[in-house]
């Protein structure tokens, strides 16, 4: 891998020669893409647990951090959906100064990851555990919001689910109508605008309207200045979060790893749909490095982690973004907001903010693609509604983890069930005798009276080596000589050279001489690491059949 995969995409969209119609292209966009991002941030903000202008300190701060230093010419960073539920936990939990040394830790990891190029391995999380876990984060930012969208008059919400489905069922009698339509009224606008223009986000101008109807027919309506207070319009300036103990750090490692994971699967994701828009090529290592420092820098600011935001991207290609300068526009309008309207955010129904979550969390449901998946194979489906329940009922953190060991455990089932054993010589699983055109296939040769032929077809790993082990058990009485051919078995773990050299001691026991046929690269690296070359004799290993028989009759012939 070249070195220009750590060169962000900025130094190379500007050495490759930056017009005035280009900055004007991303100066549109830019400016646009922070418009949408204003609503989203405080929202993701608040239902973060946060305080709102949080969401937007992160938004900016992140935004052009991850912008400057992108391994993508046209990824949006900021606040996202993916990391409500984790962040909403860990400051119930560790309040903020525990988020804030988590967000620090996560960023340091991503920036590992990166520098150990770990790009492409993070690509290969399993579908079923992504969209499990992103179904799991919509439904929660769903049932989060059912307070404010229908004006509960509750004084807190209790952070488990199903107990706050419970405690919403209690307090149904409270319902305000007046909250409920403007959360109902919120979304008909952001679903009916875009039939107008996409020009303009359907969230901002539901802001607009649902904030002057309020103020107008003066609705006994919960707004962010009722519940937060005054909005604060600077940056704050970056302090260090407080040092916690060893014990508490070390309590924190779990979340900081699910942060990092998330914000590098996020980011990568919105990367490479990116790619597919724009006919471009992301440099993922780059990127992992970017969302690590703008996690670091982030909590400096008193912000919440921040990663890729798929809508925000897409939004800034449609309408004209072209290189990372877009991404910085966007940052410096929602500080220009900041600066000069924050005071008026105060006035912004908490309902209509409910209302645009709603919306989210429908998007990133992916419904379609989750009841596709329950019509796939049994083992994809336990993958996906472990990491679904989870998620909702326990801990998006251990979602995560129970999600990828039961992946791993599936793929190594199927792996194991691909690896195909048994005795060639006795027809009881020549695979290649369907294989006409094969010139090393058995049936041509003549195997001598006294020689086992036994065939490995697939990986040979610890999940095969029982298989391995049951099949050889078969043979009765025992062959002067056993071929082992391996042309087929790329791979060699411990436990499968575990296996061979029990296969290999019982020989010396019966007195059968054991021969390898068309044994591969790494798996003869392995044998000869471990000392098994020598026990078994190089005379005795041997590239093709041929000579295998060949040295099987020599055998005969003592």
């Given amino acids: 891998m070249s070195q220009s995969s750590f060169v962000p995409k900025l130094w190379s969209s500007l050495r490759a020669g930056y017009t005035r119609q280009m900055f004007l292209n991303d100066l549109l966009a830019g400016i646009i893409v922070g418009i949408v991002a204003l609503p989203l941030a405080i929202a993701f903000g608040i239902a973060s647990g946060v305080k709102p202008e949080q969401g937007l300190f992160t938004a900016i701060v992140a935004g052009f951090i991850i912008s400057v230093l992108s391994g993508s010419r046209v990824q949006i960073g900021g606040p996202t959906g993916a990391f409500v539920v984790i962040v909403f936990d860990i400051i119930q939990k560790f309040g903020y100064d525990g988020l804030a040394i988590a967000t620090l830790m996560a960023g340091a990891l991503l920036i590992v990851m990166g520098l ?17 876990f992103t179904s799991g984060i919509a439904l929660i930012i769903f049932a989060g919001q059912l307070r404010d969208f229908l004006g509960l008059q509750m004084d807190e919400v209790p952070s488990e689910f199903l107990d706050k489905l419970y405690a919403y069922e209690q307090h149904l009698n409270s319902v305000s109508w007046s909250a409920t339509l403007i959360g109902l009224g919120t979304i008909a606008i952001i679903l009916l605008w875009p039939k107008l223009t996409r020009r303009i986000p359907g969230s901002l101008i539901a802001i607009l309207v649902t904030t002057t109807i309020v103020g107008l027919f003066d609705l006994p309506v919960a707004t962010i200045g009722s519940r937060f207070g005054d909005v604060p319009n600077t940056l704050p300036l ?4 407080a040092l916690p103990s060893w014990d508490r750090l070390s309590m924190l490692f779990s979340p900081a790893l699910t942060i990092a994971i998330l914000a590098g699967i996020e980011s990568l994701l919105s990367a490479v749909v990116a790619d597919g828009m724009t006919e471009g090529r992301h440099r993922s290592n780059m990127e992992l490095i970017a969302q690590g420092a703008a996690n670091m820098i982030s909590p400096l600011f008193g912000g919440i982690p921040a990663t890729g935001a798929i809508a925000r991207t897409a939004t800034n290609i449609k309408n004209g973004g072209h290189t990372p300068i877009a991404g910085i526009v966007h940052a410096i309008t929602l500080l220009l907001i900041l600066l000069f309207f924050g005071k008026w955010a105060t006035m912004i129904p908490m309902p209509t903010l409910a209302g645009i979550l709603i919306v989210v969390a429908w998007n990133m449901s992916e419904l379609p693609l989750f009841l596709k998946l329950l019509k796939g194979p049994r083992g994809d489906i336990l993958v996906l509604l472990s990491t679904f329940g989870l998620t909702v009922l326990i801990d998006l953190t251990v979602a995560i983890q129970v999600g990828m060991v039961l992946a791993a455990f599936l793929f190594m089932r199927r792996m194991a069930e691909a690896t195909q054993v048994g005795f060639i010589s006795r027809e009881l699983n020549e695979i290649e005798e369907d294989l006409q055109a094969d010139p090393k296939r058995l049936r041509d040769r003549h195997v001598p009276e006294g020689v086992e032929v036994f065939e490995i077809n697939g990986p040979f790993f610890f999940g095969a080596a029982d298989k391995f082990k049951n099949a050889l058990g078969e043979i009765s009485p025992p062959p002067k000589v056993l071929i082992l051919r391996m042309r087929h078995a790329l791979t060699l773990d411990a436990t499968a050279l ?61």
């Fill in 498 to 558: 575990k296996a061979l050299e029990s296969v290999y001691s019982r020989s010396k026991k019966t007195g059968t001489q054991l021969i390898l046929s068309g044994v591969h690269a790494q798996p003869l690296i392995e044998l000869q690491r471990s000392g098994f070359l020598n026990n078994i004799g190089e005379e005795n290993v041997f590239d093709d059949i041929d000579s295998s028989l060949k040295r099987a009759r020599e055998v005969l012939k003592y």
């Fill in 116 to 132: 150990a190029r770990m790009g492409s391995i993070i690509k290969f999380i399993p579908y079923p555990v992504t969209v499990g």
């Fill in 238 to 241: 970056p302090q260090l979060p």
